[in-house]
């Protein structure tokens, strides 16, 4: 599986801070709704409602994973009037969402057919 060349690649060894941060980072990615949000806004900033309709969870359970993705400082907000709108904060948290799908549509187009 290949993720990225090697010109991408961290350029020096991690420390526990970095791994840390990383795996909190992965651990928010984790969640399927989440993800889901957050592939939303990749393609640019959107309010709760345009993406409780992208995700199809109810919208209770968007605005709390919004608030977890907001304090853990991968999206921000913005007022526009009533409403908050919502961005990735970004472009490294976007090429690590598209980089797991990849990954993802690769394992699917590797798996065995179904007889």
Do not use: W
Not at 13 to 20: D, N
Not at 26 to 37: E, P
């Amino acid at each position: 599986m290949h993720l990225s060349s090697a010109h991408d690649a961290h350029p020096r060894t991690p420390g526990e801070e970095q791994f840390a941060l990383a795996a909190e980072l992965l651990a928010l990615l984790g969640d399927r709704t989440r993800l889901t949000l957050l592939h939303a806004l990749t393609a640019g900033e959107a309010d709760v409602t345009t993406l409780t309709e992208a995700c199809g969870a109810a919208r209770p359970a968007v605005s709390q994973h919004l608030a977890r993705l907001r304090l853990a400082g991968l999206v921000d907000t913005r007022k526009a009037g009533r409403r908050v709108i919502y961005s990735l904060r970004d472009g490294h948290l976007r090429r690590l969402v598209d980089e797991a799908l990849n990954v993802a549509d690769h394992r699917l187009s590797d798996r065995p057919p179904h007889d």
